[in-house]
């Protein structure tokens, strides 16, 4: 089992005694999210596949309060908010912009990315160094304003 996946477990537990039904909530809802690729893929999944899941479901969390403000109705934004903070607790500590650009730039000599054509190639090497430490989207922009 991984290391992720238990300190999810345990938290789960410690939410049960306390009697926290929200963080309970998004407990149950990241564990059974594991559950599903242990039982769809037949694997037991490491802590990078635990990370990028926790990534998806903070990213899926994000849109939902985005459409939730767009339609009026912030009581529904504000838990899926605070569904976002609980997850976030399980994530390693964020990149700064200087380090991602660091790592952008790492990984531009690496390849010998020159245009726009090598942003796979670029965006290939940084995946793994910046899953659940920074937002993609953002990292993938700064990527492409590099190389335009």
Partial sequence: MSALKEQLTAAMKDAMRAKEKARLGVFRMALAAIKQI?????IDPDDAR???LLDKLIKQRKDSATQYR?????????????????????????????EIDALIDDAMAQTGAS???DMG??????????????????????VRAKLA
């Fill in 70 to 98: 767009d339609a009026n109705r912030p009581e529904l934004a504000e838990i899926e908010e605070a569904e976002i903070v609980v997850l976030q607790e399980f994530l390693p500590t964020q990149l700064t912009d200087a």
């Fill in 121 to 142: 190639k670029v965006m290939g090497i940084l995946k793994p160094q910046l899953q659940g430490r920074a937002d993609m989207g953002a990292a993938s922009g700064k």
């Fill in 115 to 117: 245009g726009m054509q």
């Fill in 38 to 42: 242990e039982v769809d893929e037949r």
């Fill in 50 to 52: 635990v990370l990028a």
